[in-house]
């Protein structure tokens, strides 16, 4: 009954702090099994975290692990990536983290196309601090600063990863969860900035909220409104109302990473080897 | 064939940095800093080192961070608007105990201020700019040479210490061409390693006997945690207030332990001097200038310059305050390290500041005429 | 039983999601708010309950026909 991705935990520190029913737990155990899939050296693997609740991840997972500050974990994935190529560097980020205090972050780091594999753990809302509004807070949904539902217009984070130049971009949810490992293991295998995002539930902020019933309740709506890509293509526009969205892959491209165009540079100029 | 170069100030820095092992800095372009990144962005790839120019300068903080984490003496340069930025994370190094060294080179605030003009009012918030409690190292180099050595001792402390390190300058010494010669090599200090393997128990947090712990570099096989949340000798947080008190406590005593050893000044003219003027960086050389033409029109004064700025050289001062009648602290602003000397004079003697705040270097009258008011009001 | 159902009852958090996911009805939370297996007979080994779990604290295995 063992299971070979528990080597990947840290046992001590388990279980984890989340709320019963949060979906980061899901997303975090696909991480690993990818990482198992794609076969990466533990020793030669880093997770880079920010702060919040998915943030926390990094405690639990048994590598080297960096939980840095809030919105700040791309740079410092950055600088791991670029001082020690031979590692490889996960970052772990949420909704709020990522695209809101670190989204000037997260668009230089697509941009620069460093090698890393972000993996935002999107739950709609900022669970940490007791369920406030993110930037992908849906507009009309509820949250503790949007008592009336927000005003706000949301990021759609994949198109913005896109815009800025991350060469490998994929979405899932916790309910997909073998599709979610496949999205994270291509993610893995792309030499360059890697974007999946794992929408996720939060049912004690975000659900209780906007009244989504259960974790399984919410699983459910998961299955019931994500749309394979394929599929989504195909739909009719008017199919394609506020709560369906697509997952899969949509953007698998190649172009030199920031480190290796670095390394070029180095030889260019007759530097010393790094 | 001579070996002296002129540079500038802030070429020194960068060229010091290379010297002492640095070989990763990250940086977003201010002025009057900018000139470290460019030389830095130039040097960096010939030594095999990396360069990058992030998006802002919590990034550039960020990375260097990161990259120290993963084995690479790392270092960052900016100026008041940008040190202001980093501050969170100034304090994140402090906490994780990341070496790291921070250049400023000062100029005039508050806000966007004077951006080409020469100040020195960042000595507070060097000192206590990120939240909480936390110990603080700052150096201030008053020539091009010296700005060479400080920057190797400045990333030789962040190691031995495991602690960030600020090199604070202003824009006089940043911007300041001299005839430079520059030493062969210099000594460096290496980056400690963990004395235990994982199966020996080892803990990335444990302290050594000078309260410095060893924490492994990524990649070594250590599975290591590193937070920003105060944490036991495991690395992981703990929300007890024993460790909380142990851990605050420790990152203070490692510190102040080594404190003589680490806060270098200087005395010129102190000898029978009845009156001192204690000044730091750029306005170290006006008031040197201002008290050898006080001793040639047969003053009794002298001068005592602070090279490292934190920890604060609170015995040296005591004890100078107890041999002259009266201070005089000459600085770029509206008054800073004088407060560090009149608390650390302990009344003993007068204390008086000699600001100036007005984009303007001191000129040696200046100083020389605050002295003699001082002298004046105090022999009255 | 078909399956052999294993549950580290010290992960689970009663969360509800293996039971609601379960084709069978094999399983409950119980009211100290944990899972239990109310109906192992039924369990197909099809590991939609482990696959969701987001506390690793549900594992279920084929029997082996040898045993």
């Given at each position: 009954?063992?299971?070979?991705?528990?080597?990947?935990?840290?046992?001590?520190?388990?279980?984890?702090?989340?709320?019963?029913?949060c979906?980061?737990?899901?997303?975090?155990?696909?991480?690993?099994?990818?990482?198992?899939?794609?076969?990466?050296?533990?020793?030669?693997?880093?997770?880079?975290?920010?702060?919040?609740?998915?943030?926390?991840?990094?405690?639990?997972?048994?590598?080297?692990?960096?939980?840095?500050?809030?919105?700040?974990?791309?740079?410092?994935?950055?600088?791991?990536?670029l001082?020690?190529?031979?590692?490889?560097?996960?970052?772990?980020?949420?909704?709020?983290?990522?695209?809101?205090?670190?989204?000037?972050?997260?668009?230089?780091?697509?941009?620069?196309?460093?090698?890393?594999?972000v993996?935002?753990?999107?739950?709609?809302?900022?669970?940490?601090?007791?369920?406030?509004?993110?930037?992908?807070?849906?507009?009309?949904?509820?949250?503790?600063?949007?008592p009336?539902?927000?005003?706000?217009r949301?990021?759609?984070?994949?198109?913005?990863?896109?815009?800025?130049?991350?060469?490998?971009?994929?979405?899932?949810?916790?309910?997909?969860?073998?599709?979610?490992?496949?999205?994270?293991?291509?993610?893995?295998r792309?030499?360059?900035?890697?974007?999946?995002?794992?929408?996720?539930?939060?049912?004690?902020?975000?659900?209780?909220?906007?009244k989504?019933?259960?974790?399984?309740?919410?699983?459910?709506?998961?299955?019931?409104?994500?749309?394979?890509?394929?599929?989504?293509?195909?739909?009719?526009?008017?199919?394609?109302?506020?709560?369906?969205f697509?997952?899969?892959?949509?953007?698998?491209?190649?172009y030199?990473?920031?480190?290796?165009?670095?390394?070029?540079?180095?030889?260019?100029?007759?530097?010393?080897?790094? | 064939?001579?070996?002296?170069?002129?540079?500038?100030?802030?070429?020194?820095?960068?060229?010091?940095?290379?010297?002492?092992?640095?070989?990763?800095?990250?940086?977003?372009?201010?002025?009057?800093?900018?000139?470290?990144?460019?030389?830095?962005?130039k040097?960096?790839?010939?030594?095999?080192?990396?360069?990058?120019?992030?998006?802002?300068?919590?990034?550039?903080?960020?990375?260097?961070?990161?990259?120290?984490?993963?084995?690479?003496?790392?270092?960052?340069a900016?100026?008041?608007?940008?040190?202001?930025l980093?501050?969170?994370?100034?304090?994140?190094?402090?906490?994780?105990?990341?070496?790291?060294?921070?250049?400023?080179?000062?100029?005039?605030?508050?806000?966007?201020?004077?951006?080409?003009?020469?100040?020195?009012?960042?000595?507070?918030?060097?000192?206590?700019?990120?939240?909480?409690?936390?110990?603080?190292?700052?150096?201030?180099?008053?020539?091009?040479?010296?700005?060479?050595?400080?920057?190797?001792?400045?990333?030789?402390?962040?190691?031995?210490?495991?602690?960030?390190?600020?090199?604070?300058?202003?824009?006089?010494?940043?911007?300041?061409?001299?005839?430079?010669?520059?030493?062969?090599?210099?000594?460096?200090?290496?980056?400690?390693?963990?004395?235990?393997?994982?199966?020996?128990?080892?803990?990335?947090?444990?302290?050594?006997?000078?309260?410095?712990?060893?924490?492994?570099?990524?990649?070594?096989g250590?599975?290591?945690?590193?937070?920003?949340?105060?944490?036991?000798?495991?690395?992981?947080?703990?929300?007890?207030?024993?460790?909380?008190?142990?851990?605050?406590?420790?990152?203070?005593?490692?510190?102040?332990?080594?404190?003589?050893?680490?806060?270098?000044?200087?005395?010129?003219?102190?000898?029978?001097a009845?009156?001192?003027?204690?000044?730091?960086?750029?306005?170290?050389?006006?008031?040197?200038?201002?008290?050898?033409?006080?001793?040639?029109?047969?003053?009794?004064?002298?001068?005592?310059?602070?090279?490292?700025?934190?920890?604060?050289?609170?015995?040296?001062?005591?004890?100078?305050?107890?041999?002259?009648?009266?201070?005089?602290?000459?600085?770029?602003?509206?008054?800073?390290?004088?407060?560090?000397?009149?608390?650390?004079?302990?009344?003993?003697?007068?204390?008086?500041?000699?600001?100036?705040?007005?984009?303007?270097?001191?000129?040696?009258?200046?100083?020389?005429?605050?002295?003699?008011?001082?002298?004046?009001?105090?022999?009255? | 039983?078909?399956?052999?159902?294993?549950?580290?009852?010290?992960?689970?958090?009663?969360?509800?999601?293996?039971?609601?996911?379960?084709?069978?009805?094999?399983?409950?939370?119980?009211?100290?708010?944990?899972?239990?297996?109310?109906?192992?007979?039924?369990?197909?080994?099809?590991?939609q309950?482990?696959?969701?779990?987001?506390?690793?604290?549900?594992?279920?295995?084929?029997?082996?026909?040898?045993?």
């Open positions: 009954m063992e299971r070979s991705y528990e080597k990947y935990f840290r046992q001590n520190r388990l279980p984890h702090l989340w709320c019963p029913g979906g980061n737990g899901i997303v975090m155990k696909a991480i690993v099994q990818a990482i198992e899939k794609e076969g990466l050296n533990q020793d030669n693997t880093v997770i880079v975290s920010g702060i919040g609740c998915s943030s926390r991840a990094s405690g639990y997972m048994d590598f080297d692990t960096l939980h840095t500050a809030h919105g700040r974990a791309i740079p410092f994935a950055t600088g791991v990536k001082a020690n190529p031979e590692l490889n560097v996960i970052v772990i980020t949420g909704d709020g983290d990522c695209t809101a205090i670190g989204g000037n972050h997260f668009i230089h780091g697509c941009r620069r196309n460093v090698d890393l594999t993996v935002l753990f999107d739950n709609n809302i900022y669970g940490m601090t007791g369920g406030q509004a993110s930037p992908m807070t849906p507009t009309g949904k509820k949250a503790t600063t949007a009336y539902g927000s005003v706000d949301p990021f759609n984070a994949c198109d913005l990863a896109g815009a800025a130049g991350a060469t490998y971009v994929a979405r899932s949810t916790a309910f997909h969860v073998k599709h979610l490992t496949d999205m994270i293991s291509g993610g893995i792309n030499k360059g900035f890697s974007f999946i995002e794992a929408v996720v539930q939060c049912p004690t902020a975000y659900g209780r909220k906007n989504m019933g259960s974790p399984a309740d919410m699983l459910a709506w998961m299955r019931d409104n994500a749309v394979m890509k394929a599929a989504w293509d195909k739909m009719p526009e008017e199919q394609k109302t506020s709560e369906k697509p997952i899969g892959v949509f953007l698998d491209s190649s030199e990473d920031y480190g290796n165009a670095y390394e070029g540079l180095i030889q260019r100029i007759g530097g010393k080897k790094s | 064939m001579s070996k002296a170069r002129l540079m500038q100030g802030n070429e020194a820095c960068a060229e010091g940095a290379i010297a002492a092992g640095v070989r990763f800095f990250a940086g977003y372009p201010i002025t009057p800093s900018t000139e470290i990144a460019e030389t830095m962005a040097l960096l790839p010939q030594y095999g080192g990396k360069f990058i120019q992030m998006e802002d300068e919590i990034g550039s903080m960020g990375a260097i961070l990161g990259a120290s984490l993963a084995g690479l003496k790392s270092m960052d900016t100026s008041g608007p940008g040190f202001s980093k501050q969170e994370l100034i304090g994140y190094a402090a906490c994780a105990e990341i070496p790291c060294v921070l250049v400023n080179v000062q100029r005039v605030g508050p806000s966007t201020g004077q951006p080409t003009a020469p100040s020195q009012a960042d000595v507070m918030q060097v000192r206590w700019g990120t939240h909480g409690d936390h110990p603080m190292i700052a150096l201030a180099p008053w020539s091009v040479r010296e700005t060479y050595d400080a920057t190797v001792m400045a990333v030789n402390y962040s190691e031995r210490f495991r602690t960030p390190v600020i090199l604070l300058m202003d824009e006089i010494i940043g911007h300041l061409r001299e005839k430079v010669e520059l030493p062969d090599s210099v000594e460096v200090y290496e980056r400690r390693k963990p004395k235990k393997t994982r199966a020996e128990g080892y803990e990335p947090y444990e302290p050594d006997e000078d309260l410095v712990p060893n924490v492994a570099d990524f990649g070594k250590y599975h290591i945690h590193v937070t920003g949340l105060l944490h036991d000798a495991t690395g992981f947080p703990v929300g007890s207030p024993k460790v909380t008190e142990e851990s605050i406590r420790r990152l203070h005593e490692k510190i102040a332990r080594a404190g003589d050893e680490i806060i270098h000044t200087e005395e010129y003219f102190m000898e029978d009845e009156y001192a003027v204690v000044a730091f960086g750029g306005t170290a050389r006006t008031a040197y200038e201002a008290v050898r033409n006080a001793r040639e029109a047969g003053k009794k004064v002298g001068l005592l310059r602070l090279m490292t700025i934190w920890p604060f050289a609170d015995k040296v001062i005591e004890q100078l305050a107890a041999k002259v009648k009266g201070i005089l602290v000459a600085e770029l602003n509206y008054g800073q390290v004088v407060h560090e000397v009149r608390r650390a004079a302990q009344g003993k003697c007068l204390v008086e500041l000699c600001g100036k705040y007005n984009m303007k270097s001191f000129e040696p009258k200046e100083i020389e005429a605050a002295i003699d008011e001082m002298c004046a009001r105090r022999d009255a | 039983m078909k399956s052999d159902i294993t549950i580290k009852l010290e992960r689970c958090k009663g969360c509800g999601i293996c039971a609601a996911f379960c084709p069978k009805k094999v399983l409950a939370v119980d009211e100290l708010g944990k899972i239990q297996v109310v109906n192992g007979e039924a369990c197909i080994a099809c590991g309950c482990e696959l969701r779990c987001p506390d690793y604290a549900i594992f279920v295995d084929k029997k082996e026909a040898a045993k």
